[in-house]
């Protein structure tokens, strides 16, 4: 015979067992599956990922934004990984940039297949930001196969430029050199000539490029592209102190004259600049191109970088300037001149 109260704690017990069975089978629409609540509760990451994700939703200010973003892109949690894709999947959202970014700085395997889509997306908004995050993924054969078909069939100019940065950063490889150099001489934007740059620096690894320094020139091109074009191949040689660009800086700021004076007094430690440090000064005044032109060469060619192939070919470049029309030259490029011939002959 059962007892009463043993009868009612067993009707109350499987009342309890019903609903959570109930429970397990019915989820709330945007409430987190078993396994992902399991995953937050017991996991430090996942509960740094849902704190994240909640700000996302309460903050507006875009710096903030930005810095959430990046902090998923470093949360390899489940939640934090079907968030970041979830972003990649929509067609605009206001955090899809900084996501493309976030897993291109933090690669994400996990992740890869929907960043190639958004890659191979010609109408997509981001899609050179996630031509350029795939140049990451340095050990995935499908990030490399993605970016050699963008760079051969590439839609936009733009597209196959990216692709090319993109796939000199993966495979350390001059394969794909020759299509590279032969885009690079027909590239219009000056975007696509810094990603050209860069694809080349990686895959012409003595520097050939460089012979074709003053092409440029050649081509007519205006003087922001040429101070941008020289100071890109000053930053991967690494010249300076000074940068070149902050030559350039000085002298578009500057009213008068004397943006060079600074360069110059640090530069006195070559011979060349030192015996001819009010000549320098002079020449620029009056614009006396043959005269610098003529100091430069003669430095140029006493010195030597045998030993170094880039800057061997980068004086082979520079000494094409005896061959060009003085007419073809004007201030922005006889800084790149003396700049470039200083660095060398120190060298």
Avoid at 153 to 177: C, P, Q, T
């Amino acid at each position: 015979m059962w007892n009463p109260t043993t009868l009612v704690f067993i009707f109350g017990f499987a009342l309890i067992l019903v609903e959570a069975l109930v429970a397990l089978r019915i989820q709330e629409i945007g409430a987190y599956s078993s396994q992902a609540a399991a995953q937050v509760v017991f996991s430090r990451h996942g509960i740094r990922a849902v704190s994240m994700i909640e700000r996302l939703e309460r903050t507006s200010d875009p710096a903030k934004r930005r810095m959430l973003m990046l902090n998923l892109g470093g949360n390899l949690n489940y939640l934090a990984t079907r968030e970041l894709r979830s972003i990649l999947a929509s067609p605009f959202h206001v955090d899809k940039l900084e996501a493309v970014r976030a897993i291109g700085d933090r690669p994400r395997k996990s992740l890869l297949d929907d960043l190639i889509k958004v890659a191979q997306d010609d109408d997509s908004y981001v899609q050179l930001d996630a031509i350029a995050a795939l140049g990451s993924y340095r050990k995935e054969e499908k990030a490399k196969n993605v970016l050699i078909n963008l760079l051969l069939h590439g839609r936009w100019a733009s597209v196959r430029s990216m692709a090319s940065k993109s796939l000199a950063r993966i495979s350390d490889s001059d394969e794909y050199l020759d299509v590279v150099n032969e885009l690079s001489r027909s590239a219009k934007h000056i975007d696509e000539v810094i990603d050209y740059l860069v694809a080349k620096r990686f895959m012409d690894k003595d520097g050939r490029f460089f012979q074709e320094f003053f092409i440029f020139v050649e081509q007519g091109r205006s003087g922001t592209f040429r101070q941008t074009s020289y100071s890109v191949v000053a930053s991967l040689l690494r010249f300076g102190p000074p940068s070149l660009a902050s030559l350039y800086e000085d002298r578009n700021l500057s009213p008068t004259k004397a943006y060079l004076t600074g360069f110059l007094s640090e530069a006195r430690d070559l011979t060349m600049i030192d015996q001819n440090y009010n000549d320098i000064i002079q020449i620029f005044a009056k614009e006396q191109w043959s005269m610098l032109v003529d100091l430069c060469l003669e430095s140029l060619r006493s010195s030597d970088v045998e030993a170094d192939s880039s800057l061997n070919n980068l004086k082979e470049g520079l000494l094409k300037a005896e061959t060009m029309s003085l007419e073809s030259f004007d201030v922005i490029d006889m800084i790149a001149l003396l700049y470039f011939t200083y660095f060398i002959s120190k060298s």
